[in-house]
């Protein structure tokens, strides 16, 4: 779902979380966001590409531009291993 049509569904439903994941393909952060139904509806371009971010802290701006107030959880997935 595009910027705007997350926009529009959270004036009808609105989301229960963002959630923050770093997607270890692109080496980058990408958004979901959590329905009443649990449900996750990923943030994408027109064309139904998933938007990738640099850092979390922008990941974080672009979900405040469909919602300011929305809880967020920021779920790492990447391991440290130690020598």
């Known amino acids: 779902m595009t910027l705007e049509e997350l926009k529009v569904r959270h004036q009808n439903q609105p989301w229960q979380e963002a959630v923050v994941l770093f997607d270890r393909l692109s080496m980058e952060w ?47 997935q990447q391991r440290s291993y130690d020598d």
Do not use: N, Y
């Not at 966001?33 to 922008?58: M, N, W, Y």
């Open 30 to 76: 990408v958004v979901d966001f959590r329905g009443p139904d649990d449900g996750l509806h990923p943030l994408t371009d027109a064309k139904g590409c998933r938007v990738s971010f640099a850092d979390e802290q922008v990941a974080e701006a672009a979900i405040a531009l469909v919602t300011p107030d929305c809880p967020i959880q920021l779920v790492q």
